[in-house]
């Protein structure tokens, strides 16, 4: 499966060399975007001597505009899959194979990993803040609150390693068109 690494990093030079080397000394055939969102760092010139592309944004946009960017990128060039990591470190590498395998064991559309099971050395209170964060969102994405449901499709879980959750949509009528993953 064809997959791309998308990297959103800000003033991460110290930091993204060593995620774009893990990423690439896993020796799975990834490739590995970095897209600097507006750093005043080399976090660039940094991502591409580990061997990542690089697509940088001239002004901070955030790490919603950097993700955006990373997967249109994917979806122009044709990949079948996307993982992101964050450039400073906090995601390990390491933990790409087992997502792959969910994402190619239950044909999900999406695979999220989460870290709320070990959450030994976080502050309190960002615990607190993600999993109320978490509580709200949750509420909010309930069938019947969104207006801009599609009744075409209905949702499906799956467990996954280590916390991972998977989400599939599948069909649930014969109207339903491909779309990318």
């Known amino acids: 499966m064809r997959t791309l690494v998308v990297v959103p990093s800000k003033n991460l030079e110290d930091a993204v060399g060593d995620v774009v080397r893990q990423v690439l000394g896993l020796d799975l055939g990834l490739d590995v975007l970095v897209i600097d969102d507006g750093s005043t760092d080399d976090t660039s010139r940094v991502a591409r001597e580990a061997g990542a592309e690089v697509i940088e944004h001239p002004e901070n946009l955030g790490k919603g505009a950097a993700l955006k960017t990373g997967f249109e990128y994917a979806l122009e060039r044709g ?36 870290r709320m099971h070990a959450v030994g050395e976080m502050p309190k209170l960002r615990i607190w803040t993600n999993r109320t964060t978490s509580r709200v969102v949750s ?43």
């Open 79 to 114: 990949y079948e899959a996307v993982v992101t990591l964050d450039g400073d470190g906090q995601h390990d590498p390491a933990a790409i194979p087992q997502f792959l395998e969910a994402l190619e064991k239950t044909g999900a559309d999406i695979v999220i990993g989460t």
């Open 139 to 181: 509420l909010l994405s309930r069938p019947g609150r969104s207006s801009r449901r599609d009744t075409t499709r209905s949702p499906s879980f799956w467990s996954a390693p280590d916390g991972a959750a998977t989400r599939s949509r599948r069909p649930t009528s014969s109207r339903s068109t491909p779309r990318a993953r």
